[in-house]
């Protein structure tokens, strides 16, 4: 089946979003539409598992089997929904993991 073949990044952050890049069987990506992004309906029903609150937000044309997304950063993993609280603690792991707070 093609849904075990598809492979998840580890989630990588800036200071606004969280990000994960999901890379699918290229048989797989040759049926999806190549103009236009998913929408969650549509990648769901291809097999990509994830928790709410992903978007798929560009196509990488020199690789169209790899999907790009992204979510706001303190996104409620089960409800996908921004929880401010969780914002700042996210903003906060982000400063400290690249050494942006002040001494």
Do not use: C
């Amino acid at each position: 089946m093609a849904a075990s073949r598809i492979e998840y990044s580890e989630k990588y952050a800036d200071d606004n979003n969280e990000y994960r890049h999901v890379i699918l069987p290229k048989d797989l990506a040759k049926t999806l539409p190549k103009s236009r992004l998913l929408n969650e309906q549509e990648w769901r029903s291809i097999g990509v598992q994830q928790s709410r609150g992903w978007v798929h937000y560009a196509i990488h044309r020199p690789e169209p089997h790899i999907l790009l997304f992204r979510r706001p950063l303190g996104t409620d993993p089960q409800s996908g929904r921004v929880d401010q609280e969780l914002v700042a603690q996210a903003r906060e792991e982000y400063k400290n993991q690249f050494g942006l707070t002040r001494k």
